[in-house]
C-alpha cells in the first residue's frame, strides 16, 4: 500500500513568513508524528497525535510552531514568522496505533529553507 | 549528557567486513529500540528493532541489548558497499510515543 507521503518536498521561503507543511499517514494508521532533522543531526521530536487524544506538543520549539490533524488523518504543521534557523527537512511519521512496540514508517520530508 | 549518544564517525570498514555500530541511552526505563537506516537525501528507513536483552538476527544485521550497561549495538555482516549510509538509534523511553533519536554514525564500505 502506499506509504506516508508529504508536500511539498521542497519549500523556500522569506523571513517572516509563514509556511504550512502536509503530512498524509499510511492508511489506517492512527499515530501520528513531526520531527524536524537540521543539517547533520538526528531527528528532533515535534508533536505527536494518537487518535482523538489530546496531541502531544512538548516537542515543539515556539510557539510559532503548531499542528493540526483533521478527521484523525491529514496533519498540516504550520510555522509562522519563519526564522533562518527553522531551516530544516521536516519528517512525519505514521504508526498503527502509537503502541510502544510499534514501527514508525517515516515519509520522504518536506526540506525547508528560509532566506 | 544527550539522551541517545552514538559516534559520528565515519566508520569505514572494507567490504565483507563486519561495522559495529554502537549506541548508549540515559533513560532507565526505556523499552523499545531502534536503528534507522538514512542515504543522503533520503528518509529514515528501519532496519532492526529490539526489546529484550540480548542479540536478534535479521539477515546480515544483528541488534544486541544490554538494558543493565544502557547499550545497543548494530553489527552488519558481509558489509556491503550499499551499506554505506547513516545508521541512527532510536530509543523510545518510558511513558513516551516518539522516539529520542542519536545523531547517526556514518558507515562507508570501501569496495
Known amino acids: 500500500g502506499a506509504g506516508v507521503s508529504q508536500s511539498p518536498s521542497n519549500k523556500v521561503t522569506e523571513k517572516g513568513k509563514d509556511v504550512e507543511l502536509r503530512c498524509d499517514p499510511i492508511?489506517?494508521?492512527?499515530?501520528l508524528y513531526w520531527y524536524r532533522q537540521s543539517l547533520g543531526q538526528g531527528l528532533e521530536f515535534l508533536i505527536y497525535f494518537q487518535g482523538n487524544s489530546a496531541p502531544d506538543k512538548s516537542g515543539l520549539p515556539s510557539d510559532r510552531f503548531s499542528a493540526e490533524r483533521t478527521g484523525g488523518s491529514v496533519s498540516t504543521l504550520t510555522i509562522q514568522r519563519t526564522q533562518q534557523e527553522d531551516s530544516a527537512v521536516y519528517l512525519c511519521?505514521?504508526?498503527?496505533?502509537?503502541?510502544?512496540?510499534?514501527?514508525?514508517?517515516f515519509g520522504p520530508g518536506t526540506r525547508l529553507l528560509v532566506l | 549528557q544527550k539522551e541517545v549518544e552514538q559516534n559520528s564517525g565515519p566508520l569505514s570498514v572494507p567490504e565483507g567486513a563486519i561495522a559495529s555500530l554502537n549506541c548508549t541511552y540515559s533513560?532507565?526505563?526505556?523499552?523499545?529500540f531502534f536503528w534507522y537506516r538514512q542515504y543522503s537525501g533520503k528518509s529514515p528507513e528501519l532496519i532492526m528493532s529490539?526489546?529484550?536483552?540480548g542479540d536478534k538476527e535479521d539477515g546480515r544485521f544483528t541488534a544486541q541489548l544490554n538494558k543493565a550497561s544502557q547499550y545497543v549495538s548494530l553489527l552488519i555482516r558481509d558489509s556491503q558497499p550499499s551499506d554505506s549510509a547513516t545508521y541512527l538509534c532510536?530509543?523510545?523511553?518510558?511513558?513516551?510515543?516518539?522516539?529520542?533519536f542519536g545523531s547517526g554514525t556514518r558507515l562507508q564500505v570501501q569496495p
Open positions: 533513560d532507565r526505563g526505556s523499552q523499545s
Open positions: 532510536a530509543v523510545r523511553g518510558s511513558g513516551r510515543r516518539a522516539l529520542t
Open positions: 511519521a505514521s504508526s498503527l496505533a502509537g503502541g510502544g512496540w510499534e514501527t514508525q514508517y
Open positions: 529490539i526489546y529484550s536483552n
Open positions: 492508511s489506517g494508521h492512527t499515530a
